[in-house]
């Protein structure tokens, strides 16, 4: 599975006619759930972390500090079919919040009316930037799951030294199915005909 992530990400874009810099970190970790179904071997990878922002938005005179943070649970599942692992549509729950924690201008009387003014205005922009910050950071962390996901199913489906032995002990055809199982340390493949259950093999 993809390894613990600890990655700092550079942030440059413009919003709002501002330029926003700054850096974000993301961390986490993957998660493997088996699916209930003993019938259909399938799991569903998830990848949950959180990414932490700290920038600078500058525009004129004006600097603008702050600091967001987005919680996520990006997945996908990995289903095999008795000859291939295959990979299925990548989902993503995130959400992202964002904190005001300085804001800077010209000195003296200048500098204080500009900030005061500026106050309200930033504080209304808030949600569309943080829902802007917010999609941003999903089609990332989707796309970076998605080569990583990849990349892990065709490893899987490039070191199957099994498949030509399934393929011919569980032939498929008319009047006969494949039937799996997955068992704690192994997937049980059998073939029967249609109208037959398959029995349990014994553990040696």
Request: charged share 25%; proline share 6%.
């Amino acid at each position: 599975t993809p390894a613990v992530v600890d990655k700092h990400t550079p942030v440059d874009r413009w919003l709002f006619g501002a330029h926003i810099t700054g850096t974000a970190i993301t961390n986490g970790r993957p998660v493997m759930a088996k699916q209930p179904d003993d019938t259909k071997p399938m799991i569903v990878l998830h990848f949950q972390g959180t990414t932490t922002t700290k920038t600078v938005a500058n525009k004129g005179s004006l600097k603008i500090w702050n600091k967001g943070r987005a919680t996520f649970d990006v997945r996908r599942e990995i289903s095999f079919d008795g000859l291939d692992f295959q990979k299925g549509h990548r989902t993503i729950d995130c959400s992202y919040q964002s904190t005001l924690t300085g804001i800077g201008g010209p000195p003296g009387l200048r500098g204080w009316v500009t900030r005061t003014l500026a106050l309200p205005l930033i504080e209304r922009q808030r949600p569309t930037a943080d829902s802007v910050a917010r999609a941003d950071l999903q089609e990332t962390i989707l796309e970076a799951f998605g080569k990583q996901t990849d990349k892990l199913v065709a490893d899987l489906n490039a070191n199957l030294p099994w498949k030509e032995t399934v393929a011919l002990l569980t032939q498929a055809g008319p009047g006969r199915q494949r039937q799996f199982s997955a068992m704690p340390k192994w997937i049980e493949a059998r073939s029967v005909h249609i109208d037959q259950q398959g029995g349990q093999l014994p553990e040696e």
